[in-house]
């Protein structure tokens, strides 16, 4: 079982849908990461939040909308996705400080229709 | 540059032998280095990391890495592996002073032969 709990585990959904990915950790850390992982391809950083401000887009399309509620939450609001949007979509939290490592959630399965 | 690279795309091994996936890294500021495992369907798992201290790492499911600074590399090494063990490895590096990005290598598929 990973501390990092996404839901769901998988999306289907078409071109015009909203929808949201959804991260939950308790391990009292305050940065939160999206990652988009295509098969075969190691993970490529999307955002990150730091003690709930976004600091980090690495230039993600505005279809994608990052939001952290809370120190523990953290959610992806998807809108007019594209085909190849479909992906593996991996949450990750870790204490701010430079030189600790991330933990990685299961990811969402998304699929694109 | 900063980089990370690890040259095998694929390494196939038999069940009990011993085997090494290859991690080295190009940068001019001082580093943290890691080994995740990917198993299907799931996300990463961490295996080891190096911060600072000894240069021979030990991590999670029999695995172990060294710190080799002046060859910059992080090799993995197991030496009896089993079929579990069967799933993709990426060395992962954060440069001090990037602030909180982590570089993944490619990723290694670990085969393991019956």
């Known amino acids: 079982d990973t501390e990092v709990t996404q839901t769901p585990k998988h999306l289907v959904m078409g071109m015009t849908n909203k929808k949201s990915l959804k991260c939950e950790q308790h391990?009292?850390?305050?940065?939160m990461y999206w990652y988009k992982q295509k098969a075969k391809k190691p993970p490529e950083l999307m955002f990150v939040y730091s003690y709930e401000k976004l600091s980090i887009n690495e230039s993600v399309p505005s279809r994608f909308s990052p939001e952290c509620p809370n120190s523990s939450l953290l959610n992806l609001h998807l809108h007019a996705l594209q085909p190849e949007d479909s992906a593996l979509y991996l949450c990750?939290?870790?204490?701010?400080?430079?030189?600790?490592?991330?933990?990685f959630g299961d990811g969402t399965r998304l699929s694109i229709l | 540059a900063q980089s990370v690279t690890q040259l095998d795309s694929q390494v196939p091994v038999f069940e009990e032998a011993p085997v090494e996936l290859r991690c080295n890294y190009s940068?001019?500021?001082?580093?943290?280095l890691f080994w995740y495992v990917q198993y299907p369907n799931q996300g990463l798992q961490l295996l080891l990391k190096?911060?600072?201290?000894?240069?021979l790492v030990k991590g999670i499911n029999g695995f172990e890495a060294e710190f080799n600074k002046s060859q910059t590399s992080f090799h993995l090494r197991k030496p009896s592996v089993h079929i579990s063990d069967t799933a993709e490895y990426f060395c992962a590096v954060i440069f001090v002073g990037g602030y909180q990005k982590v570089t993944f290598g490619i990723g290694t598929k670990l085969q393991v032969i019956p």
């Open positions: 391990m009292g850390h305050r940065a």
């Open positions: 190096y911060l600072s201290g000894s240069t």
């Open positions: 940068s001019s500021v001082s580093v943290y």
């Open positions: 990750a939290s870790s204490h701010p400080d430079r030189d600790q490592p991330q933990h």
